[in-house]
């Protein structure tokens, strides 16, 4: 198969975290050719869409448990990039949409482009799917989710946290707990915190209530086509309450629980229909938190944790269907 990744600069990518480096190299050691390109680069010409797409080959990434800096590296170079053309990415037979977020309104222009590529070609995930589904918002469709709300208001916002005691106030376009903020009864700072996260009432957010369970674990469960594949808890370092990896939060092996397969199978035929094949669902206590269809990440640290391959596992499918 010919692979298209739309990705961030690949230069800038951390080949020991992020999933996209993790099934560029699963493609090239099953024996597919790789090409990358950005967002930037994507244009409909005579009716089709096209790309600027440069060849790459992913080294088999050897990780090192560094215990100076106490942290995975990899060896380099980990990747080797030749020059590159443009080509109509009718051409692929597998695209993958995977820059990371905030979702943008170039963002939302690059799907639009993304919907004139053919047929024939698979684009993971589906422009539709990406631009229907954001990622807080989307949850809230499902019955699995603890209480929330979305507003702008103030006095709408106030009333939810006094009537909770405790909630939590999220940006509906943030990624890796940017942006997260704790809001309690009481805080002197509530009216000051409610007026920066909605911009003075401008924009929307996310308010949900507070899971005391989160000091336990936010579980991000990978999907694929629907169904679970591997599994990640990701745990709060001290003082914090954000679990995500990007917010300093460390990572443990997990099990599926019987409470979140149940929550996988109802979102399975949604996820389907809207053509949203590879996604990351954030539980907390067995609540549906948020479903990531952008660029979830979490592979390699499953794969670690677990001494699997869950990219393998992914591109086998893809071949299967393409």
């Known amino acids: 198969m010919k692979l298209a990744f739309i990705i961030d600069p690949i230069a800038k990518l951390d080949p020991t975290h992020d999933t996209s480096v993790a099934l560029m190299e699963a493609a090239c050691k099953q024996g597919h050719e790789v090409f990358v390109t950005s967002k930037e680069s994507l244009s409909i010409v005579n009716g089709k869409a096209q790309a600027f797409l440069e060849p790459v080959y992913i080294y088999p990434v050897q990780l090192i448990d560094d215990p100076i800096i106490k942290k995975w590296k990899a060896q380099t170079p980990w990747y080797k990039q030749e020059t590159g053309s443009y080509q109509f990415l009718e051409t692929m037979q597998v695209i993958w949409m995977r820059p990371d977020p905030p979702v943008t309104v170039e963002y939302i222009y690059a799907t639009y482009i ?3 590529v053919g047929d024939r070609t698979l684009v993971v995930n589906s422009p539709k799917g990406i631009r229907s589904a954001n990622e807080k918002v989307y949850a809230l ?3 699995c989710t603890p209480e929330t709300i979305v507003s702008s208001q103030k006095s709408t916002i106030k009333e939810f946290v006094r009537a ?25 700072n509530l009216n000051s915190i409610i007026e920066v996260s909605t911009k003075f009432g401008r924009v929307p957010v996310m308010v949900q209530a507070y899971l005391p369970a989160a000091q336990q674990g936010d579980k ?11 599994a990640v808890n990701r745990i709060p370092s001290s003082g914090e309450f954000r679990g995500n990896m990007a917010a300093g939060g460390s990572v443990a092996k997990t099990e599926i629980t019987p409470r979140e397969l149940e929550i996988c199978q109802e979102l399975c035929p949604i996820l389907q229909k809207d053509g949203l094949m590879f996604v990351g669902i954030d539980v907390i206590g067995g609540y549906l938190t948020e479903v990531n269809v952008t660029s979830p990440t ?22 299967s269907i393409s």
Do not use: C, H, M
């Open 164 to 188: 909770k005691g405790q909630a939590v106030i999220k940006p509906l376009d943030g990624k890796g707990g940017e942006g997260i903020l704790f809001a309690t009864v009481g805080d002197r």
């Open 114 to 116: 993304l919907d004139y």
């Open 298 to 319: 979490g592979i390699r640290e499953i794969d670690r944790l677990n001494d699997v391959r869950l990219a393998e596992q992914v591109t086998t499918w893809l071949e």
């Open 141 to 143: 469709q499902f019955s």
């Open 220 to 230: 991000r469960i990978i999907l694929l086509n629907g169904e679970p594949i591997g």
